[in-house]
Structures are given as C-alpha cells and as structure tokens.
C-alpha cells in the first residue's frame, strides 16, 4: 500500500471508531481494527525506535540519551514533556477535555551485562557501573516497553474522540535497582503534575507473542538487597591453620541459608534467597581477609519476608561464630514491595481485553520477579500491571518437547523478544486498557 492510500485508510479506522457516541460502552471489535490499522502504519518508524534503543542502552540513572530520544518522540505528538524528573525520568502530559488522568509508564534502564543473542541489533555498548567496565544490554524487555509506550500515545491521540481526560505518560529510570519510580515521587510527581486517577504499566516475559496475562491482587514478589561481610584473618594458602578463613565461612552460609527456606518457610508459601555475587581475595594462595555477598530475598507475604530475614542473619552469625570469626556485617536493604494490582482496575481492563483478545487474555500466577511500580500504588494511586509474551508459540513447543534449546528468561544474555507482535500486542492492549479504564470513569461520573 502506497503511503497516501495508507493514510487514508487510517484515517477512515479511526474516524469509523469515533462514531461511537461519546462514553457510551466500547465498541471493542471496531476499536481493535482501528488500533490495527493506525499500528500497520506506524510500525516501521516504531521498529526504527526500538531497534536504536536496544543497540544503545544505559544504566539506572545514567538513562539521559534514552529519555531525551523519548522525550523527543513525545513533544512531536504533541505532549507537553517535563525532563530530569527523578533524575532522568520524563513526564509527559497531553490533555483532552475535563476527565480522570490516567498514568502509563514505561521504564528506561538496561542491565550491567553482555549481550549474546547475535542479532543484527545486539548492544556491544559498556559503560563504567561501580566503578568497573561493563556492558550493558537491554536484557530485561525495557526497550520492547518503551516502543508500545509510544506507539500507545500515537495511537490513542488518534483515537481522542473516544475519551476525555488526561493522559500522563511517564518515563521511570532505575526500575532495574528498584529505585527509580521512588525517585520521581521524592521530585513531586504527584505534585507538581496531576496526580492520576490510576495507574497502568506492562511488562514482557518468556511466553507466546500475541498473549496477555493478568490477575487481580499481588502481582510480584517483595525485593529486598542483601550484604553479607564475612570477616577472617588472611594468610599462606599453605597454612589455613594460622588464618581464620572467611571463603570457607561464606561457603558455609550460602549452602546453609537455603535451610530457611526448604525447613523455616511454609513450603506452600513463596520464599527466595538468591546469592547472585561474591567478591574477595586477589590469588589463589592467599586467604584473604573479608569475603563480601550480594544477594536479593524475594517473597510475596510480610510475614515470610519476616522470617527470611531473621532466619539470614542467624545463619551468617552461625556460620562465622562455627570458625570463632567476629560477627559479620550484615545489610538488608528495603526494596519494591509486591506490584498490588487493584480489583476496579482490572475488572475495567478485563472487560475489555477479554473481548478484544479471547482465550489469549489469561490469569497467571503471581510473577516471582519484582517491580516498583508497586511504589505508585503506595502512593495512593489503584493500579495495574499486565504482561506480555515475546515468543514464537513454536519456539516454546519445541523447548517443552525437548526437540529445541530451552527458552531464554529475561535477563539471560539470550533474551531476544520477536519486536513485530510483540510490540504490536503492546501498543493494542495499553491502548484498550486505557480506553476501558476511562470509559468506566464516566460511566461512574
């Protein structure tokens, strides 16, 4: 199709959608065409955007080309963008007559790690990431949100005659360290903006493309940073007898911790600590002095995250005190609290997705990963959190059948969504998810 009759097909979609009386209940069907056809027109400058941004990604709070390329797409559709919110979020607002504000957020931030997927766009990017060279790849599907987020506000700028209101778009860094969304709420988020009515956000994972899975209530799991310093006294590798050897000590921890959870925790309810880095000596005839861990403890229930964290620091002073070391240092650090998605919310996006998408709208689990868009809740704000497949469904057949390799997760340096349908799916169900949250607004008003 040549770009003129292109246009004009647009053009006849979305004027075709607006016929719908205004607030009246959502066409869904008619809609979804609209969506598809403005979508088929705009997706080669969106697969453009999402392939730059996966080539060049940036670290949590280092995101300033990242936002400045959104902030730019974002002015050109006509919002009104405020920068260096948080540091280097943006917010940007476009408003269309009196009505609820409605929040979509998408994040910024890469990880500090290579990437491996050998495509064409593969990030060889690094960066300095404390205090060393790494890479940095978009390994978790953030550039995958950043697409459908701005394909999203395209798209329902086109479809304007069918809600009033205000649209809030927002750009969070650092969602990767959990530290971004608190960032911009510090730097008046909801007070130097409109604070919103509600809250919507998606996120991408290792399913079929073309499915949308959701749930009412908790979402993801609680995250909380873990430090553990072990202290000895170094030494000749030849003479352990003469040292106190803290390697040995946090290999003891770090096998005798999983105890907590396989014979402290309910093993009906959900628990994780992960050990993800250890750090100490220089050679391997020196026993060194300290021994440093990092590691993050996941659960979905106050109380269980109550008894992870007792049951760790028991266990490091155990495993010290069992090699007469003095007492470790031990550092859990607060992060995201579970994503709570609010039931109003969902029944308004349920409805509307489910019509739109059939039996490929589905309740899932909760998500065992973890999220601080759950801080926007917090702040009062009723919220929801979709996500997104990435895969071919024959890809995903063949790793279950044992005939293909295993499906790569987010954050595997293999990590490789199908943009197409993935993006596509993206921008059709936030862009419903929209249109049904504001239509229950004013059926309500």
């Not at 250890?278 to 861990?293: C, E, F, K, R, Y």
Request: aromatic fraction near 6%.
């Amino acid at each position: 199709m040549n770009p003129c009759a292109r246009s004009l097909a647009v053009s006849a979609a979305l004027f075709a959608a607006s016929l719908l009386p205004a607030h009246a209940e959502l066409d869904v069907i008619n809609l979804k065409k609209a969506i598809e056809t403005s979508i088929a027109s705009d997706y080669p400058k969106l697969d453009a955007l999402y392939k730059e941004l996966h080539a060049h990604p940036e670290l949590a709070f280092q995101e300033v080309k990242t936002a400045a390329r959104l902030a730019a797409e974002m002015r050109a559709l006509g919002f009104e963008v405020t920068e260096n919110v948080g540091k280097t979020g943006l917010v940007a607002i476009y408003k269309n007559g009196d009505g609820p504000t409605i929040m979509v957020r998408t994040e910024l931030d890469g990880l500090p790690m290579e990437e491996k997927t050998g495509l064409d766009y593969a990030s060889r990017d690094k960066t300095t990431w404390n205090g060393r060279e790494v890479f940095v790849a978009h390994s978790c599907g953030h550039d995958i949100h950043m697409a459908s987020w701005v394909g999203t506000a395209k798209t329902l700028l086109g479809l304007k005659d069918q809600w009033r209101g205000t649209l809030m778009f927002i750009a969070q860094p650092a969602e990767e360290i959990v530290a971004g969304a608190r960032a911009m709420i510090a730097h008046g988020l909801f007070t130097r903006f409109p604070k919103p009515d509600i809250a919507l956000a998606l996120h991408d994972g290792p399913f079929p493309h073309g499915t949308v899975f959701y749930r009412t209530g908790v979402g993801s799991s609680a995250a909380d940073g873990l430090e553990v310093t072990f202290h000895g006294r170094g030494g000749h590798g030849s003479a352990p007898h003469t040292t106190v050897d803290p390697v040995a000590i946090a290999a003891r921890f770090i096998v005798d911790v999983q105890g907590v959870i396989s014979r402290e925790k309910d093993p009906t309810e959900f628990g994780v600590v992960t050990i993800g880095a250890i750090h100490g000596g220089t050679a391997g005839n020196i026993i060194p002095d300290s021994v440093q861990l990092s590691g993050t403890i996941r659960s979905f229930k106050p109380e269980v995250r109550a008894k992870l964290h007792a049951g760790i620091e028991r266990t490091a002073k155990a495993a010290a005190a069992m090699s007469g070391a003095p007492a470790p240092d031990i550092r859990i650090a607060e992060g995201a609290k579970p994503v709570m998605n609010d039931p109003d919310v969902v029944a308004a996006v349920a409805d509307v997705l489910k019509a739109a998408l059939g039996d490929k709208f589905r309740v899932s689990p909760p998500g065992t990963a973890s999220e601080d868009f759950s801080e926007f809740a917090g702040a009062g704000v009723p919220s929801m959190m979709f996500n997104i497949g990435v895969y071919d469904q024959e890809r995903i057949d063949a790793a279950r059948n044992g005939t293909g390799p295993p499906i790569p997760s987010n954050h595997s340096p293999l990590f490789a969504p199908v943009p197409k349908p993935t993006i596509e799916t993206g921008i059709t169900a936030m862009t419903l998810a929209v249109l049904g949250v504001f239509e229950q607004k004013a059926r309500r008003k």
